[in-house]
């Protein structure tokens, strides 16, 4: 079975749980969490993340967007290959999502309805960086932690 294959299995599997369900495997990094090829200390480790955007079920929308990412903090090391597949799961009239991070990255992925891409990058700057959907702030927001090589 292809990667894209098991992808879209896992992508059909998951969205055919409620919201509540979905949420709380995001949450538990189940759906989609890093992963870590083996590395020495002088070999790049590649990570690379699953984000889908999600909703909070019985959330007031008048107040504020009812949308957020499937995984709130994407933690890795300085100096590794970051890779970001991110799908868009709204249906074709539903909303337009991105995923973008400000300097010094500079990431904007904008995606319509039912799309999805890729981002990848080096995460050469440690600290904490803020991404988030264009559309949808403040629910849909999240962090990218990138911890200090020693």
Avoid: W
């Avoid at 499937?70 to 337009?96: C, H, I, W, Y």
């Avoid at 990431?107 to 600290?127: E, Y």
């Avoid at 264009?134 to 020693?150: D, I, R």
Wanted: with cysteine; proline share 6%.
């Amino acid at each position: 079975m292809t990667t894209f294959a098991a992808t879209l299995i896992v992508v059909t599997l998951a969205f055919t749980f409620s919201a509540v369900v979905l949420s709380t495997f995001a949450q538990t990094g189940t759906i989609s969490q890093g992963q870590e090829e083996p590395s020495k200390e002088s070999q790049v480790t590649n990570r690379t993340f699953f984000e889908f955007n999600t909703g909070i079920p019985a959330f007031n929308v008048t107040l504020f967007p009812p949308d957020q990412f499937s995984q709130t903090t994407l933690e890795v090391n300085q100096n590794d290959n970051v890779t970001v597949k991110f799908f868009n799961m709204e249906a074709p009239n539903g909303d337009r999502h991105s995923f973008t991070i400000n300097a010094p990255y500079k990431i904007n992925l904008d995606l319509a309805p039912g799309q999805n891409g890729t981002v990848s990058f080096l995460a050469n700057h440690p600290g904490i960086y803020q991404f988030y959907c264009e559309y949808h702030e403040p629910t849909m927001t999240g962090q990218l932690l990138v911890v200090a090589s020693k």
